[in-house]
């Protein structure tokens, strides 16, 4: 196997170094919904996600991100079973958003103490743990002096020996940021593609040593290029509801003012021999030592893409330069 962290390595919390590339868990779950407006990405087959999470591994990837809520649970058994034998792969999961596992519907958002050590619970048992390497908080716009309390519950399950560490998932630079001296505090989640570079947080992020874990690299899979224009997704995928933040798709389609972008920077990307999706993910190594892309998957085929990105490493400064002019960005 490759050297995966030549280029391309990360130190984590615990010292150890791995590869700059995780695997997010979302798509994996399968679908779940809040009424009828799906939270998924449509359907799964659990043998081919087990497949996927295993060909991941071979290829050096030794970090994975779910949540709690993701297929109301789904996401987490699936990632269980297939790290069963692989106890030195870190695992990240979130809490903050509850679901019922029988009827796959979302039943809130919560963060009391009591709430989060029952979500954590639930967690460890779904992902045959018996300590969660990276707990992070989902609710992106929580109040910061709520937010108190929910830290100081994470200080307290690090000090049990619960979780090794912990993370907020947030957009907002504010609030990492009232929370990045904390010892236990080591990353933050957030947005984060070629087409949203995310100066602030990055910003603080390196002042002060965090990790910067990239959601969403691939423009929930239209840096993919798989989507072309007409193209329309399955009713049960997220990128059909219409949400505020949904910005890459309208109307179970490609946007056709990201499609332009796509297009005006297609060739850029694809330099030295990459794929589109592996110089979308050369673009955020790029942009920051402190970056961690989470790409979904559902295949082997498109793990072995994912990880394929690591052997070409960043992309080059004339490239990242020529990336802005095309996109038209000071």
């Known amino acids: 196997m490759l050297d995966k962290t030549r280029?391309?390595?990360?130190?984590?919390?615990?010292?150890?170094?791995i590869p700059r590339l995780g695997m997010g868990c979302w798509?994996?779950?399968?679908?779940?919904?809040?009424?009828d407006v799906p939270l998924g990405w449509g359907d799964v087959d659990d043998a081919e996600?087990?497949?996927a999470i295993h060909r991941a591994i071979d290829l050096g990837i030794r970090f994975f991100d779910t949540a709690s809520n993701y297929g109301a649970g789904h996401s987490e058994e699936v990632l269980g079973e297939a790290l069963a034998s692989h106890p030195d792969v870190v695992v990240a999961t979130k809490f903050g958003f509850a679901t019922d596992h029988a009827t796959k519907q979302a039943t809130g958002a919560f963060a009391s103490p009591d709430f989060i050590r029952a979500s954590l619970e639930t967690s460890l048992k779904r992902l045959n743990r018996d300590r969660i390497d990276l707990l992070q908080f989902h609710l992106n716009e929580f109040d910061l002096i709520e937010a108190n309390a929910v830290f100081d519950t994470l200080d307290a399950l690090r000090a049990e020996g619960k979780i090794t560490a912990y993370g907020w998932s947030t957009?907002?630079?504010?609030r990492a940021a009232r929370f990045a001296g904390r010892d236990g505090f080591v990353s933050v989640q957030h947005t984060m593609n070629v087409f949203e570079p995310a100066r602030?947080?990055?910003a603080l992020i390196e002042k002060?040593?965090?990790?910067s874990i990239n959601r969403?690299?691939?423009a929930m899979g239209l840096l993919s290029g798989k989507f072309k224009s007409g193209d329309r997704l399955a009713a049960n995928d997220v990128r059909s509801a219409d949400f505020d933040w949904m910005k890459y798709f309208r109307d179970g389609a490609v946007d056709p003012a990201f499609s332009r972008r796509l297009d005006s920077i297609r060739d850029l990307l694809r330099s030295d021999g990459r794929t589109l999706t592996q110089g979308a993910l050369a673009w955020l190594w790029a942009r920051s030592p402190n970056t961690l892309p989470i790409p979904g998957f559902r295949t082997v085929k498109q793990v072995e893409e994912n990880a394929g990105a690591l052997d070409k490493g960043p992309l080059s400064p004339s490239i990242m330069e020529a990336v802005e002019q095309a996109l038209q960005r000071q």
């Open 208 to 211: 002060t040593g965090l990790i």
């Open 216 to 218: 969403g690299p691939l």
């Open 200 to 202: 602030e947080m990055i």
């Open 49 to 51: 996600s087990i497949r």
């Open 27 to 35: 798509a994996i779950g399968g679908p779940f919904y809040a009424g």
């Open 7 to 17: 280029s391309t390595g990360i130190t984590l919390w615990d010292g150890r170094t």
């Open 171 to 174: 957009d907002w630079p504010e």
